[in-house]
Nanobody, 118 residues
Framework: QVQLVESGGGLVQPGGSLRLSCAAS????????MGWYRQAPGKQRELVAL???????NYADSVKGRFAISGDGAKNTVYLQMNSLKPEDTAVYYC????????????WGQGTQVAVSS
């Protein structure tokens, strides 16, 4: 089974940038999309950005124009470039793969913490 490992989180000041990476341990041929989710304390997990393998991208309204999702097929890695970060972006960010079979995001990484604070 493919495992996903996120990295790149940390503490950044408002207005700063971070790039998150999600490395898959094997081929992602079983996925038809990859997504970045986040969960802030006391809040539900929300989908932040989605990349359809071989297709386009979608973003939550709250991050449009600031975040960009991309993928490197040769490295089986998905990235989330986050610019103009705000304190409300503070959360644990998770990478997930959407199964071609079930249509569900059923493969998850362990998460990486992003904190935006002065």
């Amino acid at each position: 089974q493919v495992q996903l490992v996120e990295s790149g989180g940390g503490l950044v000041q408002p207005g700063g940038s971070l790039r998150l990476s999600c490395a898959a341990s094997g081929s992602i041929v079983s996925f038809n999309a990859m997504g970045w989710y986040r969960q802030a304390p006391g809040k539900q997990r929300e989908l932040v950005a989605l990349i359809i393998i071989g297709g386009g991208t979608n973003y939550a309204d709250s991050v449009k124009g600031r975040f960009a999702i991309s993928g490197d097929g040769a490295k089986n890695t998905v990235y989330l470039q986050m610019n103009s970060l705000k304190p409300e972006d503070t959360a644990v960010y998770y990478c997930a793969g959407r199964s071609r079979v079930t249509g569900q995001f059923d493969t998850w990484g362990q998460g990486t913490q992003v904190a935006v604070s002065s």
